[in-house]
């Protein structure tokens, strides 16, 4: 039998991004003697989209000593340190995979930082693929993210399957486009008012998972 195929996106979706980042703001603002209110500007600087440039733009703005290497690297192994992956979440992920499901991510992102915390919180041993966009300069929503995630785990998107995120363009218009069903991680959020619902709509990643094991069970039941 077919193993069916389901992609989850990483940060704030199997991963707790914003609480981190808000964590690592206040330590890094303290560690540098800057003011409080910058604060609020590294952690939108992080939070919009992490790389080294990123950092690039900090060190002169604030006049750094350390190279934009340096910080990227400390950034990178400070965050790893300091995320996790709900237990529970972990072991939905075996489960998964124990019921016959291909499991993988896909992520947008610096390779650098993504794999770190797929490694430190035990996801990279979970999962059958993993596949980050700067390895290939294909961001999510476009299709050819989706086609790569896929590929990483064994399989191609004609096959169908599913996409889990929290982020209604980049995982659940993206993953709509590239023929898979979707799963919203709402994440105590309104939907959009005027964007194409997802097929499901839960409110953490172990909800999702508990959603594909029962899909997969009664699949199991109604063609045997």
């Known amino acids: 039998m077919r193993r069916p195929l389901v992609l989850f996106d990483l940060d704030n979706t199997l991963l707790d991004r914003r609480g981190t980042l808000a964590d690592w703001a206040t330590e890094f603002t303290a560690r540098h003697g800057l003011e409080h209110e910058e604060q609020t500007l590294v952690l939108g600087m992080v939070a919009e989209r992490a790389y080294p440039s990123t950092f690039d733009t900090i060190r002169a703005r604030y006049r750094l000593p350390m ?16 995320v996790s992956c709900p237990p529970e979440v972990l072991d939905g992920l075996d489960e998964l995979r124990a019921a016959g499901w291909r499991v993988g991510v896909a992520t947008n992102g610096a390779m650098d930082i993504q794999h770190a915390k797929l490694r430190a919180t035990g996801i990279s041993e979970r999962v059958d693929g993993v596949f980050v966009s700067e390895e290939a300069d294909a961001r999510k929503p476009q299709t ?3 086609a790569l995630a896929a590929a990483r785990c064994g399989t191609v998107l004609y096959d169908g399957g599913w996409m889990v995120g929290d982020n209604p363009v980049n995982d659940i218009g993206g993953g709509r486009c590239a023929g898979l069903r979707t799963i919203w991680i709402k994440n105590d959020r309104p939907w959009p008012p005027d964007d194409p619902g997802p097929d499901h709509t839960v409110p ?21």
């Open 204 to 224: 953490h990643a172990r909800a999702a998972i508990d959603l594909l094991l029962l899909h997969s069970a009664d699949h199991t039941r109604t063609t045997t």
């Open 144 to 146: 050819r993210h989706f």
């Open 67 to 82: 190279s934009t290497a340096e910080l990227w690297g400390a950034y990178c192994t400070e965050i790893a340190t300091m």
